[in-house]
């Protein structure tokens, strides 16, 4: 029998089950769309060995990393190659592309709510790409203005949410719904339409 610590609204008690139980009752948590999520897709540097062809592909390291978490090698400058303008930062439609080129299907939407960011991760248990401003990140890497692409990847218990900075040194990264929203509504700085999100959709 396992000890698990439930959090009850009488306060927290210790509750005995046996590993079937824990199963079960994990299966429930994940289908009641709650709890902290953390998925399997690495930091992917956009800047370094493998990725020094261009200077500006978030996009691209974004893409490497989805590839990546699904057990395909790839290299950022290999990838840029074959969907990136030189020296230009890609297009929402020009990233999509290069998501359906490598075989990952995914959904675009404009005045995307963080609500349904964290409900599709724990849900569809997949990340989600979105476009931001980049100084309004809760801690930024180097000095620029503009928009920036991150991969959100998890959720942890304190309902923040985990994201891969391409430009960062993979570090843990966190930022709350708020911080989140913020800067996915100030791109609009940036002449983009705020709230976009690429939510990656499971592999057939």
């Known amino acids: 029998m396992l000890k698990i610590l439930c959090k009850l609204s009488d306060g927290d008690q210790l509750v005995s089950m046996n590993p079937g139980e824990l199963e079960i009752a994990r299966e429930a948590i994940l289908a009641s769309g709650v709890g902290p999520v953390a ?15 261009y200077t500006n592909d978030c996009a691209i390291a974004n893409i490497v ?11 950022v400058d290999d990838i840029a190659r074959k969907y990136q303008r030189p020296n230009m930062p890609m297009t929402v ?7 359906t080129g490598e075989g ?3 959904h675009h939407r404009v005045g995307a709510l ?13 990340p989600v790409i979105v476009l931001v401003d980049y100084p309004s990140l809760p801690k930024q890497h180097i000095q620029y203005n503009g928009a920036h692409y991150i991969l959100i990847y998890g959720i942890d218990t304190a309902d ?10 993979g570090e843990l990264l966190v930022m709350t719904p ?10 609009s700085k940036n002449g983009n339409q705020p709230q976009q999100a690429i939510y990656i959709l499971q592999e057939e």
């Open 39 to 53: 998925l399997s897709y690495p930091f992917v540097p956009q800047n370094g060995p493998g990725a020094d062809l």
């Open 104 to 106: 990952i299907r995914s």
């Open 160 to 169: 923040q949410f985990m994201y891969r900075d391409p430009l960062s040194q």
């Open 65 to 75: 990393s989805i590839m990546r978490g699904r057990g395909k090698h790839a290299e």
């Open 178 to 187: 708020q911080q989140l929203e913020t800067a996915m509504l100030n791109d």
């Open 114 to 126: 963080v609500e349904d960011i964290a409900h599709h991760m724990r849900i569809m248990r997949e």
């Open 93 to 99: 439609a020009e990233l999509m592309r290069g998501l």
